[in-house]
């Protein structure tokens, strides 16, 4: 094994946000700064993100002249997550969410970031909003990047598809081009790519450095003041996932970075850092591909969903962490192949009206989405029933008592299109949920709620649902400065954990969108801060 000839001020494994965001925190402190990357690409799954971050009280939302406050983020996030044993860390997110963005928004590689509404989550509980307090980076063109945005990891569609990138970085991918520019920027930040952590260097009880494999072989760094570790969850473990989750769930049905593997998370275990919610993931429903792999789904406008039995189960728009713990849970309660797979059931009007599967409804359905098994059709719902494996009579029951929630505009099973969330879910694939913003789709809705419209149109579909994620939430037990914590609650000096390498501060929930970045930025922030003795 050869030694690197430097040493640096700190180490961080893992180029997703909180990685490239903390190392450009780091290096603008003048801290020397090495990012070793696992793979050829920075950014991980933040990549596939739309790239926003839930921090209440931040000074996008006012800038928005929306009416919001720290203490009425604080109110809901408590009753949210409904944890006493999480408050202090919830507190040190929502404060570090706060300056982080007054600081990032003082390099010129971050212009000022913008408040976009998406609902909070939870509706129903105190402190919770309509207009949500979510915020997103501006979009940077490619040009703009360079060589930097050759870097840069692919949408999951084009990774998985070839989709054509645009000319503009988006989203997650905005985020991750503009930190790392931030971070090169500063002349204090090293990237190593193409290397993945193997170990982490004790001396005295204090982690001073990593064992890393590169693509010269195997190769030591050292770091005077800290070691951060941001290498995300172990999503495409499937041995974690055996031994933790006990769920018909395999790691190429999740939608996190292929190479999250767990690599910070063992690690950290191995020099006795203590676990938590290793059980847990942002779990959502996915739409099965011809490829065998789902992506994520974030909410319908049409059909239903049933389970193995026939059976209607969940509000099908509701927030998608929500769906995707009943569908775990229904399976774990029933036992493996009772409840899952679940199926989409569609008919011709809805297909004809919104498309499938990413494409417009002028695009002819592919035949390997048949080929496949993906998606099945059929001229009747007893034949639909046949094909996909469950009670024809239940099929049809179901899909007759949702018909009959459509005239009066009320769901009676599951209120679908009833909270702020179900209708930006039916205003974002195309069809508002208002009738005075329906500028996007002009169809005649079938009754006074948008989003319930009538599955009556033969030929009739069935998609594959599955359980999926978009990483794993369990990891190594933090303080509120991310140092990783012994089982007796001492820290481990010298070693720090952000993101999805973390247990989660938001614990099983998820409270709004922008929560997972929220979260590996916040910590990552205050992780570096730390170190830097601020």
Known sequence: MSDNDESYDIIIVGSGGGGLVGGYVAASRGLRTLIIEK????????????????????????????????????????AAVND??????????ISAGIDLIDELEKSSWFPPFEHLPVP?????????????????????????????????????????????????????????????????DTGNG????????????????????VEAVGSDGPVRYTATKGVLLATGGFEHNTELREKYQNLPLKGEWSDGVDSNTG????????????????????YVPGTLYPDGKPIFQSGIRSGIWVNAAGKRFVNESRPYDQAGHVIRDAERAAGAGTHAPAYWILDHKALSRDGFGGKSPETPISDEWFASGSLQR????????????????????????????????????????????????GYIVGYAALPEQNFLVQVEPEGPNHLLTAVDT????????????????????????????????????????TGNTMAAMSGTVYPGAGTPIGSTLAFAYRAVRHIAGD
């Open 39 to 78: 793979t050829d690409k920075v950014g991980g799954t933040t990549s596939y993100s739309g790239g926003g971050t839930w921090y209440p009280g931040s000074a996008p939302i006012a800038r928005a002249g929306i009416d919001d406050s720290v203490d009425a983020g604080r109110e809901y996030l408590r």
């Open 84 to 93: 006493p044993s999480r408050t202090a860390l919830q507190d040190a997110y």
């Open 120 to 184: 909070d989550y939870f509706a129903d509980l105190p402190g919770a909003t309509p207009h949500g307090r979510t915020v997103f980076p501006q979009p940077i063109p490619v040009a703009e990047l360079g060589d930097k945005a050759d870097l840069v990891r692919r949408s999951i569609y084009t990774e998985r598809y070839g989709h054509t990138e645009d000319e503009t970085l988006l989203g997650g991918r905005a985020l991750i081009g503009r930190a790392l520019a931030a971070f090169l």
């Open 190 to 209: 090293v990237l190593e790519l193409n290397t993945a952590l193997s170990d982490l260097i004790v001396e005295n009880d204090r982690i001073v450095g």
């Open 263 to 282: 690599d910070g998370l063992m690690a950290g275990i191995a020099v006795g850092g203590d676990t938590d919610l290793l059980d847990e993931a942002w």
């Open 378 to 425: 059929a001229d009747t719902l007893e034949e639909l029933a046949e094909l996909i494996g469950v009670p024809a009579d239940a099929l049809t029951a179901s899909v007759e008592t949702f018909n009959g929630f459509v005239p009066g505009g009320v769901d009676g099973e599951f209120h679908r299109g009833e909270t702020p969330w179900d209708q930006m879910v």
């Open 458 to 497: 033969p030929p009739y579909y069935a998609a594959t649902i599955v359980l999926s994620d978009i990483g794993t939430k369990g990891g190594l037990k933090t303080d509120v400065d991310a140092r990783v914590l012994r089982p007796d609650g001492r820290p481990i000096e010298g070693l720090y954990a």
